[in-house]
């Protein structure tokens, strides 16, 4: 994580690039893909709040950027790479909720109260929800404000374009989920029974 950026990794990742944006061709990939962002945006961020509760088990924590000890850094070993990547992941998560609730199949009218028709919608809202929240806390404790500059401005990026191409009914859906994830987020802030390991 200190070593910087040197040739051959930028070059790694814009070969990994092209190959995933010139062989992405079905709904499936995408949704794949989608997910191991998503997946990677939870692990990153949960790694970071347990840091920040004093659960650093794997001993990553790095003193970064104005020597403040409490700034998190997950797996990045820089506060700012881990926010930067929190910062990309939001988003991500947020539209792809918002898609996933919007692709489930149309409920029956007849069983509309059978359990089985809103499992998979329950399931996939508290997922999103929950990870928005990790990921919202994670980027809180990095204590980097440009990326949390850079997520505002990508959150309201990301729900004027759901307001546009998916609608009212996916800015009603895409607003619940921040709205929840932000409300989370507050409560496990404000609750005096979390205490940091600093």
Known sequence: GQDGYPAYTIAASVLLFTVIATHLKTQPQLWRLMGALVAMGVLISGYAVLQHYGHDS?????ITGGGA????TS??????FAAAVMLMTIPITAAGAVIALSSLPERNRATANHLSQWLPALAVWAAGRLALAVQVLGLIFTLSRGPWLGTFF????????VAIFVGRGGFGKLASALGLAGFIAIAVLLNPSFNSGD
């Open 154 to 161: 990508a959150i309201t990026l990301t729900v004027v374009l």
């Open 75 to 80: 797996f990045m070993g820089n506060a700012i």
């Open 69 to 72: 000890s409490d700034r998190v």
């Open 58 to 62: 794997m001993n990553l924590m790095e």
